[in-house]
């Protein structure tokens, strides 16, 4: 039985691990009273930048590091607009996905059919000699372990932590924090570049490890899945952890389901982890209230200093 369940595990963990990444970053980046819709557009060039230069240097190392950044340079367009030229956020947003869409489909166009030798598994000691769970959750690549770590260490900070605090205090209203001495607008970029940072290694993951090979289009809405995560979640970085397991769980399943003689249309089990977002979208929507509650109070709403 093991050896049919653990394999099964093991994909699920590489399919959430983009989307924990993701909206874990997200999490902080609204926390700051930020709406940052281009999610999918900063994976999708952290995908190929990382994928590129993986090629090109053959260096795991340098494409992790050149994703992180390539996300966090698109991140940066989207804060630069957005704080600094008071772009309206939600059209924004959506024209960073559009932008990193195309962009990616032209420095990617020389990588098609190209692939990386993806990232070495890394066991920790001892633990990785248990039975069954010794594989499954103690050798895995480092973006893996990167994602759990990510996620306590947000949790940890915007709970525990002054940083925390005031990140915070900006997102629920940032003319008071503003009052009190705080840069409203340098604190929602260093959250945004973060964002973006986190989006990049979600997309730097898909490249080099999931599949690992440059697609045109590759990330296929995991960015618009890992915002729905965040509301999802309620703004806590632990939950849309679970949240993206769940859902990576729901794109394992399509693809296994077949395999064990499900008889359902491919493309209605395609379909599943957006239907999945769709339902828990209609479902937050009917108790909108108590959602509210839990959102930061000033989340798309633009900062001036003279106001």
Known sequence: MSELVVPVLLTII??????VFAAAGEVVV??????????????????????AVGVKTESATLAILSGATGGMLTAFIFGFLTLRLLANQVATGLALT??????????????VGKTFSGLPKIGIPLLEQIPVLGSLLFVH????????IAVFLITYVLNKTRLGLI???VGENHHAAHSIGYSVVWVRMGCILFGGSMAGLGGAYLSLAYTPLWVEGMTAGRGWIALALVVFASWRAWRAFFGAYLFGGITIIQLHAQGFGVDIASQFLSMLPYLATIVVLVLISNNSSR??????????????ASD
């Not at 690549?141 to 759990?148: H, M």
């Open 141 to 148: 690549d480092i973006l893996v372990f990167l994602s759990v």
């Open 14 to 19: 590489t399919a959430s691990t983009p989307l």
């Open 291 to 304: 959602m509210m509650l839990n959102a930061p109070a000033d989340l798309g709403k633009s900062f001036h």
């Open 30 to 51: 609204e926390k700051s009273g930020v709406l940052n819709l281009g999610v999918e557009g900063m994976m999708i060039v952290g995908a190929v930048v990382a994928f």
């Open 98 to 111: 559009i932008f990193g869409l195309g962009l990616s489909a032209l420095i990617g166009h020389g990588f």
């Open 167 to 169: 990140i915070r205090a």
